[in-house]
């Protein structure tokens, strides 16, 4: 069982308007370990993280940064106005969330940076956030509950301000191993010319019967009959207890 991230944005390390804005980010990086056993089940400990300590070779696709992985620290800078920038084509996946977006500004050009590893079959990218899962077994119902907590920071670039507003919506999310029906916040997002760091939180329920425990495990379980519900908020900021951990080549999450 997969989870994935969504890609958010907050001010970054050093967003100051100029035109030769420098990104700079930097930290050891962690492994996401998952795990749905039922010993893990019984002690909620499903999700846990394990300090990476190799080194790794990563890439931005072009947009001008360089950087790498040293025995498990990551350094990775960019100076001057990132290229390809796009006029808003890397935030057009807010509109699949959002059927009230709309932008202060339509004719914006935007980047946002994402981080490949290109030396691993294990591992394929980089993410910075947090994933944490919780389990309550009910015996006497003969269910689990299970409450899922993401949150990502994605760094993105614009070349002048930029305001983002939506009213709240609901929307159909297939970043997990089964759709989820969630309910976004009415969001007031206001991003500065040069660097921004936007943020996105989901928090997630399902109850699971004892009985599918065993598809938890399997690569590709179907758990479209459990009807998981969830709540999506963003917001610009860049949290100090989020970690830069490694992504799966399995799955393309954590």
Known sequence: MAFALILGACPADSGTPSEHPTLKLSGQVYIQDINF???ALR???????????D???ISDGGMGGKGEINNGQLSYTIIGVPSPINEGGDLDYLKEMYSSLTFSSEDVNVAAVALKITDSDEYNGLLKGLLDINSDIKYLQLTVNITINTKTVTYVYVDKDLNITADADTFEYNGFDFPISLTTEKIDLSLKNGWNSLCSEIT?????PLALLPALTSPNPDLSSLKPTGKLKMSVSDPAEFNWTLVS???SVF
């Open 43 to 53: 002690s909620n400990s499903i999700s846990s993280i394990s300090t990476y300590n």
């Open 204 to 208: 997630a329920q399902m109850n699971v």
């Open 37 to 39: 056993s039922l010993e």
């Open 249 to 251: 080549s399995q799955s």
């Open 55 to 57: 080194s790794l070779k």
